[in-house]
């Protein structure tokens, strides 16, 4: 039979049991990328969703990977119910699905409304954001080496089994093969528990707490056991995992197609571009070095510091002197001839003192304690 088609705001009140689809949506509409339709369905009786477009049908699957799709999903599923509600992305692909009753009389009423805001997407598309920055960092991280092992072990059994016997398998391609079997299939059962957590917690909420608490112990205390990523390549590998995962994030977490390749694409690019950015800001800070004066600062000296400069600058500049009188082409002759004490001055230039022991008693008695210059300073008024 021919199956009735789904509008947003359709209210359909009946009795019979028949199909509808969602088609999908050609005309893109930027207000809702982050929006999704619901379709709710209630019923006084008890009634089942049998799914009817290829996504849903195992009956002739295509691969082996389809196959085990199915078969998860029509286990997890609630087979009967008197409340549904489908979220169905509206540019996706088209959804069919027929209502069967349990019984033979039965009324029920569907609801087809859109959440603008779905807050669910958005989340998932700011943690792909967030994630792709910060890999590196998170990568380095022993805090989230822990958490997200630990985290891996409880949603994604088969991937942190797979990582553990790892050494056990001698070829690097049946690793990989297994590896992405075993992902994709641990991400359509997380996918699949996440559409019916409400009704998984409110049946099997002990075995979901002890699976929890469990599963969540053996792998931190294995986490444990290993340590942190202590080499490059551990690393690095973990960090293109993290980047990977963000695409995927980003991907899932909006509506439409178009604005999540143009966010990837811009993601993707920022990896590359973090090294010229970092150039062109070192650039910018030595131009702005070059054409900004640096304001003077003004450092007073102690009496101790301005002695020991004094000394230092005065003993440099006397050696400087030395250096130079020692030059080939210094005209000593005629310096000496000029001079009232040549000998002090050979002296001198040879590497002794510059000042006479008559000139040194001088200066002390001069400027020493008890010296003329001191007393002068301590008891004349006009000096204070």
Known sequence: PRCKALKEKDLIRTSESDCYCYNQNSQVEWKYIWSTMQVKIT????????YITERHNCQYPETILSFIKCVIHNFWIPKESNEITIIINPYGETVCFSVEPVRKIFNYMIHVNRNIMDFKLFLVFVAGVFLSFYAETLSQSPTFY?????????????????????????KYSTFWALMVGCWFASVYVVCQL?????????????????????????SFVVCYKHGPLADDRSRSLLMWTLRLLSLVLVYAGVAVPQFAYAAIILLMSSWSLHYPLRAFSYMRWKIKQWFTSKELVVKYLTEDEYREQADAETNSALEELRRACRKPDFPSWLVVS????????????????????????????????GGAFLEEQLFNPSTA
């Open 194 to 218: 996440m559409e019916d957590l409400k009704w998984l917690w409110y049946e099997n909420r002990i075995y979901i707490l002890g699976y929890v608490l469990i599963v969540g112990f053996f």
């Open 146 to 170: 822990y958490s997200s092992g630990t985290v891996l072990g409880v949603l994604m059994t088969l991937v942190f089994v797979l990582l553990l016997v790892k050494r056990f398998i001698p």
């Open 338 to 369: 000029r001079l009232h004490t040549p000998r002090k001055f050979a002296d001198f230039v040879l590497g002794g003192s510059h000042l006479s022991p008559e000139e040194i008693s001088l200066h002390e008695e001069q400027y020493g304690l």
């Open 43 to 50: 019923s006084s009786g008890l009634f089942r969703i049998v």
